[in-house]
Structures are given as C-alpha cells and as structure tokens.
C-alpha cells in the first residue's frame, strides 16, 4: 500500500469476525478488515485501538442540519444553552439578550417547548413585550411548528386582528380577538423564515458558513459521517456548496431533500432542470424532496382520527389538502425523485399512503424507495402492514424518547405510551426502519437515540414499552445500514467491510456490553481521521 493509509489495529470490528481487529483503509474506501499483524502495510499511520470497537460511520437520516448550526451560535436555545422552567426564568433570557442587541435588532430564539414550562404554554406577546418591546422578538416551538412573537414582530408581518386563519394554520386570539402573539403552522405567515417575503432577516454568509463550519467539527465529535439534510431555502444548499468548495471541504457526507410546498423551491423549478434524486457526487447530492401533512404532537396539531384528550373538537391540523398533496406524489415520482412524506398522527399517515398508493406503479416505488417521516403515534391497525407492501421506508426518532416522551405522557396519557415509537413491531413486520434525530427538535448525539430505542427511557426516567425495545445489533443498523439502503448507497456505505467508502465511528467499548457508557473516541469521513480523542494522540509510522 502506498503512503497515506490508514491502520487502525488493536480493537474489535463490528460486523466481522472475532478474530478481526484491524481496519487497513486506503485512500477514500476500506482495503481490507482482519488481523492487524497480517494488515501492515508500509508507510501507514498506525493508530492503536487500545481494545475500541470499529462501527460504520453513523448517519443522521433526517436532521435540518444548517438550521442547527445556525441556532448554536447565534439564536437563543431553549432545549440546551438557555433552558428555562417558567415564563419568568424565559422572560430573563430575552431580557439579558435584549440588554446585549442593539437597538431595534430581531432576538430569536428555538426549542422552545411549553411542556418545559410551569405553566405549559407559550409566552403572550404581552409578556414578550414587557422586556423586549423596542426590539422584534421571535421564538420558535420546536420543529418550528409554532411561534411566540411580540407586538412590534406581529406589526412588522402585518399581522392583527383582521388576519385570518390561513388554511393549515392557527392564530391564538384572546377574548376580543387580537393575536396573542402564538401562531401555529401556517399562520406564522411572513414570521415564516422559509417564505420569500419574510421580514425576518437572515444572517450573512460569512456568519453562516462559519456556523455551518463549527457544526461540522460537532458532527465528527458525534461520529456522524452523513447527513440526510431538509433543505427550506436556496441559501441552505447553496452554503454546503460554498462549504464543498471551501480549503476546508465540506468534511461531511450531504443528502438534501427539498422542501416543494411550504419552501423557496418548487417541483415546477426542479422538473425545468431536470434534476433527478442521485444528483451530485459522494460527498454532496440531492436526495429527494419532502412534503408535510400535519403538525406536531407536541403542540397538538398532529392529525388524529379522535379528539386530542381533554380538548373536545381538537384533531390537529391538515397543512396540505389530499388532492394536492397526491398530485405532488405523483408528479414527483413521475421526474424520479423520491419523496419524504412529514406524516406523525394517523389521520396524517392515511394522507400519505392513500398519495403513495395512487402512484400507480408498485414497482417504481419500491425502486425509488419513498419514505414516511415520524409516524410515531400509535399506529392505526393495518398502516404499517401497508407501508411494508407499499415498500416504503419507515424514517423515525427514537432520540424523541428521550426529548418529549414525557411530554407523550402528559398529552395523550399513560396507556397510549408504551405504544409509541412502535420499532420492534415495525422490524417484526419486515418494514425498512431508518432512524434519526430530526435536529434540532431532539439531540443530535446518534448515542442517545440508540439507547432511548434500545431502553425505550424518557428523560425523567419512565420506561415507556419494553415490547418495543429493538436490540443494540438493529439499533445500530438503525442510523448505518438502513439509511444507506434508503439512500441507494448499500454497495458504497453503512457497513465496515472492504471496498466500501471509509466512513468509520470508533466507540469506546463493546456496545452491547457497555451501552450505557459508551462514547465516540475516533471518527473517520471519507479516508480522513478527522476527529480522535485516544488517550495517545500520537501515532507511529510502520516499518516497510
């Protein structure tokens, strides 16, 4: 082997044999998996394992990546960096931010989530308005499914008491019908970031692609090697192609899936370029396209055949009619782009079968390898059977467990727990189960999502459903094998074996034995070491 190869010995290697502890990579792909004493190669790095295991490199298959990068380093983040337990302690936040921004300058913030909060709900724009009311104050409710704004954002977005309800949206008003500042789906209108004519303001480039830079160094920390990227806004795409461009690369493995409805682009402009899914090269290339149906559960707006508990007429909310979302089905199908459907309740999941089943053509779906987003909520009996027969891949959060599964708990109550997340019903049923984090609405960490899908633990430490446990092996396969399959990448990545592009996580120990404890020590993107944590950090050269 020429010089530049890469020996990674002393460990143990997922997937192979007991015998084999040595990973050779040469170049971008994997030359060889063994024994490392029958692997040297001349003019290798050597890195000793010290007894780690070798896993593929992890793949987070459905993240909104750039919005999380973006929200590090410059937004508010009510999930990590500025958790708050009140209305009191969040109106601290805003106001300790607002003493920092300039005057008439946007505040933003994201991960907010109501069940964090004492009093279970969004601030009022009146609130917002006590501490912050010369500047426009925008918060998102995780996913971006709901805002709080204050009076001067409200006003800049033309939005009052006249507005009406746009369909697939909801605006809180209080009793003599003025906007309280909560706006659902929707009815964030121009709050909405994702539209052209937002009045929201966006970041620079430069501010942008250092975020996106910074992102990156947290993904190969994370061992995630790729990413399966939703894409809203030109800039999105376009800064991964900057970053592609950049002296630094763009260190990551890029799938972007378009947002057609509720986003900058259309199927309209993608069928008059003729783009296709599988565009662009190893390292950047389009994916597909999404659409959503409903909302989030955790705002109840998920669409349910019943009323949410306690809230008589509630059944969430529908953000694209069933004629237009079919027809974008097809069509989409018909310029060979594969299609994620955002479906979480099953009155949502039945929209989007009903849409891939009036494809018309059976074997071209399975071949495209559509994709069913979330559906997490107890399943309706027979859905998931038919989203086996219909081939479609089953793209879920276990990580959700451990985010808002207390939240489950409070919302639709003990009995429909267990129930959720249905994974070890959906293997058993032969549907093709991908797993992810949605980022940032749960952690990016694929550790976390693996134990909440194998311990099936909230963040409180309620067990909800042991008969859904997968497995650490399925876990595993879960967020490696599964989306390469999805990502019609089987024969290039998911797994350690030669021949296959050298995407490498090393784990601290045994993940079946040591789960609990484990943690990513190495990873390795495209042949390159490009984060490493061993307790020598200093290699040696092999002798020729």
């Known amino acids: 082997m020429s ?62 990546f750039h919005r ?12 990590e960096r500025h958790p708050a337990d009140s209305i009191a302690a969040l109106l601290e936040v805003v106001a300790a931010r607002r003493a920092v921004t300039p005057p008439g300058a946007w505040i933003q913030g994201d991960n907010l989530g109501p069940a964090a909060l004492a009093e279970r709900r969004f601030p009022t724009r009146g609130e917002l308005d006590s501490v912050a009311p010369d500047h426009p104050v925008l918060l998102r409710g995780t996913g971006k499914h709901v805002v709080a704004a204050n009076s001067l954002a409200l006003r800049l977005a033309g939005i009052d008491a006249a507005t009406p309800d746009p369909p697939g949206g909801h605006i809180e008003r209080d009793e003599a019908g003025e906007p309280t500042g909560v706006l659902h789906e929707r009815a964030k209108l121009r709050l909405d970031t994702t539209r052209t004519d937002t009045v929201v303001p966006g970041l620079s480039e430069a501010d942008r692609l250092s975020a996106l830079a910074a992102g990156v160094a947290r993904l190969h920390a994370l061992g995630i090697t790729a990413i399966h990227e939703i894409t809203r806004t030109a800039d999105e795409f376009a800064d991964y192609q ?13 799938r972007a899936y378009v947002r057609v409805v509720e986003g900058q682009a259309t199927l309209d402009d993608l069928a008059a370029v003729g783009v296709r899914s599988g565009l662009g090269d190893d390292l950047l290339r389009l994916g597909g396209v999404k659409v959503s149906v409903d909302g989030s559960d955790e705002h109840r707006n998920a669409a349910l055949h019943e009323d949410y508990p306690g809230h008589p007429g509630q059944r969430g909310l ?51 390898r559509h994709r069913v987003e979330h559906a997490y909520l107890p399943p309706r009996p027979g859905q998931l059977e038919t989203m086996r027969d219909l081939g479609l891949v089953l793209s879920t959060q276990p990580a959700f467990l451990e985010a808002i599964g207390d939240g489950w708990l ?17 293997l058993d ?42 497995t650490v092996a399925e876990a595993v396969d879960l967020y490696t ?16 074996e ?21 943690t990513v020590d190495g990873t390795v993107v495209d042949g390159r070491l490009v984060f490493s944590r061993f307790t020598d950090p200093t290699t040696e050269v092999a002798s020729p």
């Open 498 to 518: 030669a021949g296959l592009l050298a995407d490498l996580t090393v784990v601290s120990g045994d993940p079946v034995a040591e789960l609990d404890t484990l």
């Open 481 to 496: 094998r599964a989306p390469a399959w999805t990502a019609h990448e089987e024969d290039r990545r998911g797994a350690v």
């Open 3 to 64: 010089d530049g190869d890469l020996l990674l010995r002393g460990g143990r290697v997922w997937g192979a044999g007991p015998d084999a502890d040595a990973v050779l990579v040469h170049g971008r792909r994997i030359a060889a998996v063994g024994r490392g004493e029958d692997l040297v190669s001349p003019g290798a790095v050597v890195l000793d394992l010290a007894g780690r295991w070798v896993l593929p490199g992890f793949t987070d298959s459905h993240t909104h």
């Open 429 to 470: 049923l032969g549907l093709v189960v991908q797993a992810n984090s949605d980022a940032p609405c749960a952690r990016l960490d694929p550790l976390v999502g693996l134990r909440a899908a194998v311990r099936r633990t909230t963040r409180s430490g309620t067990h909800l459903g042991a008969a859904e446990a997968v």
């Open 242 to 254: 900057r970053l592609r461009g950049s002296s630094s690369g763009l260190g990551v493995r890029v």
């Open 318 to 368: 529908i953000r694209i009619e069933a004629d237009e979302l079919d027809g974008v089905v097809r069509r989409a199908h018909r310029l060979g782009l594969q299609t994620a459907v955002h479906a979480i309740g099953p009155r949502a999941v039945d929209l989007a079968l009903h849409a891939f089943a009036g494809i018309g053509d059976p074997d071209g779906v399975r071949r495209l």
């Open 410 to 426: 409070e919302i639709f109550g003990a009995e429909a727990g267990p129930r959720m997340l249905p994974l070890r019903t959906a």
């Open 68 to 79: 999380t990068a973006i929200l590090a380093e410059h937004f508010l983040d009510f999930a």
